[in-house]
């Protein structure tokens, strides 16, 4: 519980601001392991979004499901991410995407992350998830000025594309969107919208739970053995068989699952949580109460909480491990060289989780050695990783609504990769000194 951790010298909490608002409630706590059945139709591993999403999925078509989360439920990045909600467009653009897939396949992608954005939200209204659900839109500045034009472009061409609507700023209008020189004008994007992300994940488990699926925390899967048409899986001294198995750990797989280790660079970001301010500085700020990106390839983001009484600032953590004491400057530094009215801004909470990005920077879904699985959200996991639960679920149950454009690309690794991203430090200064030059 929050109340039981302990603050450090600089007096902020190591923990996510989210956790504060559902922490009493402890609803996801798991059923005994006396009460492990035998057998389940469809066991998923994992018990974040993705596996909590295709619980829903999976028992309100009667299925007999089983979720196994090796930790607590929803500790890794489902109450971690900043709770940004878009269509989560490739990260490596549409022209990037075409060179190693073709316009036609790239365009479906388009097509699909968009509808996957208006699922979820739909989704959030129809069950009435108590999760502060604003379609507030979001301001993307340009970082240096030859992104401006950039901008402008990815904008046009994925208009031609979709229904997305993108509002033109130019630098001299950029002070109604936000407070802050630093950018060389930007677009906004008005139907993106925020979410309180440990909350949504609260109602999903609710929604699960009572529709039927029975919910194991603190319950690492050792072995997955597939034996003829049914899989046996272990769980520490308990065993259980199932028709069916989803892999959904993304940035947390490890264990006996190597091979899909092996496809996932996992990627160590971190948030942090400014003391409450007075709404007229967090309006200095964001003036419209909106999400904000920019055009690094370091990238940070940042928006107001929910309740619009705090800042939340996110980005790269700079290491492997979560070390707070190195993170917490680093972001807290840019946020005020961004914002110098918040230098004075005292920190409540400061937390990392672990995300995946894939090698062509695309999620994937699919089947392999008879495991259905998906992950590599690429730092988007909010509507992703809710959309690709129901969608894995849906292919578990054969239906046709299942298909999804994203299972065509190939889940590629790289020679001698284990899923230790070793290469990272490198690409990090790289990508440092990019930003710096301004490419």
Not at 34 to 52: E, M, N
Request: glycine share 10%; hydrophobic share 35%; proline share 5%.
């Amino acid at each position: 519980h929050i109340e039981m951790l302990a603050k450090h010298s600089s007096n902020y909490i190591h923990a996510p601001y989210w956790q504060a608002a559902i922490a009493p409630k402890k609803t996801e706590a798991s059923i005994n392991h006396r009460d492990l059945p035998k057998r389940a139709d469809t066991v998923i591993v994992g018990g974040g979004y993705t596996g909590i999403s295709a619980a829903i999925t999976l028992a309100r078509a009667g299925q007999k499901v089983v979720v196994f989360e090796a930790d607590a439920f929803g500790n890794g990045a489902s109450s971690r991410n900043g709770g940004m909600l878009g269509p989560s467009f490739s990260k490596l653009g549409e022209n990037g995407l075409e060179r190693q897939y073709g316009r036609e396949q790239v365009h479906a992608t388009i097509r699909e992350s968009l509808a996957a954005f208006n699922w979820l939200v739909d989704f959030i209204r129809n069950e009435q998830i108590d999760c502060d659900l604003q379609i507030c839109g979001r301001f993307r500045g340009a970082s240096h000025p030859a992104h401006y034009a950039g901008l402008i472009e990815q904008a046009s061409e994925i208009a031609k594309i979709v229904d997305f609507p993108a509002i033109e700023i130019s630098r001299t209008q950029q002070g109604d969107e936000v407070g802050s020189n630093a950018y060389y004008g930007g677009v906004v994007y008005p139907t993106d919208g925020a979410v309180h992300p440990a909350k949504l994940f609260h109602g999903l488990c609710e929604i699960a739970k009572r529709d039927g699926a029975l919910l194991f925390d603190h319950s690492p899967v050792r072995q997955v053995i597939k034996n003829n048409s049914q899989f046996n899986i272990s769980i520490d001294d308990k065993k259980i068989t199932a028709d069916h198995v989803i892999i959904a750990t993304n940035g947390y797989t490890g264990g006996p699952f190597g091979k899909f280790k092996r496809r996932l660079i996992p990627i160590r970001s971190a948030m942090i949580a400014t003391e409450e301010l007075p709404e007229s500085v967090i309006r200095s700020v964001s003036p419209k109460l909106r999400c904000h990106g920019s055009t690094e390839r370091l990238s940070v983001y940042y928006r107001p909480s929910p309740d619009g009484k705090r800042i939340l600032f996110g980005g790269r953590s700079l290491g492997y491990g979560d070390c707070p004491q190195i993170y917490h400057k680093y972001l807290q530094d840019f946020m005020t060289r961004l914002f110098p009215q918040l230098s004075n801004a005292k920190l409540d909470y400061v937390w990392s989780g672990k995300i995946a990005y894939t090698f062509d920077h695309v999620p994937h879904i699919g089947v392999m050695d008879g495991m259905h699985y998906a992950m590599g959200y690429c730092g988007s996991g909010v509507g992703r990783a809710n959309y690709f639960g129901r969608k894995i679920a849906q292919k578990v149950l054969d239906q046709a609504e299942g298909y999804t454009i994203f299972e065509e690309f190939p889940f590629k690794t790289r020679p001698f990769y284990t899923g230790h991203p070793w290469f990272l430090p490198a690409i990090m200064k790289w990508h440092s000194l990019a930003d710096r030059l301004g490419f």
